[in-house]
């Protein structure tokens, strides 16, 4: 799992928690008498903070155990592997393409490089070698 969000999240819990005093010190000012439908809204207390965050830690924890469970799957790690190949191989591709239609390429080259993003582009057919 990622540094960032787990530090994310619990620098947004503890300036939830360290705000949670002040903000309920404070009373507006420009709403003096509040309007007669209006229900009076619940500020949260620092024990709903705390156990809110204390929630949120946990299941992020969850998150990343499963996530990583996953991951050390042997289809999952395969697919995971060949998908970044993939991509790679594509990537490559694509800017050689851009490179040759950069220029005046004759229609046969045109032609050429359509048939192979066509030939990429078909579903994987029984008797037909995966790329």
Do not use: C
């Not at 209006?38 to 500020?43: G, L, M």
């Not at 949260?44 to 050390?72: H, W, Y």
Request: avoid cysteine.
């Amino acid at each position: 799992m990622p540094l960032y969000p787990r530090t994310f999240l619990a620098t947004v819990a503890f300036a939830l928690l360290a705000a949670a005093p002040v903000l309920q010190a404070q009373s507006p000012a420009a709403s003096a008498t509040p309007a007669p439908s209006a229900a009076p809204a619940a500020s949260p207390t620092p024990d709903s903070l705390s156990k809110l965050t204390s929630d949120l830690l946990e299941d992020e924890e969850k998150r990343g155990k499963i996530e990583g469970e996953l991951n050390a799957e042997p289809p999952v790690a395969a697919v995971s592997a060949k998908a970044a190949a993939l991509n790679k191989e594509i990537g490559e591709q694509l800017a050689a393409d851009s490179k040759t239609l950069g220029g005046t390429p004759s229609l046969k080259v045109i032609e050429n490089l359509e048939a192979s993003w066509q030939d990429r582009s078909e579903p994987h057919r029984p008797g037909r070698p995966l790329r």
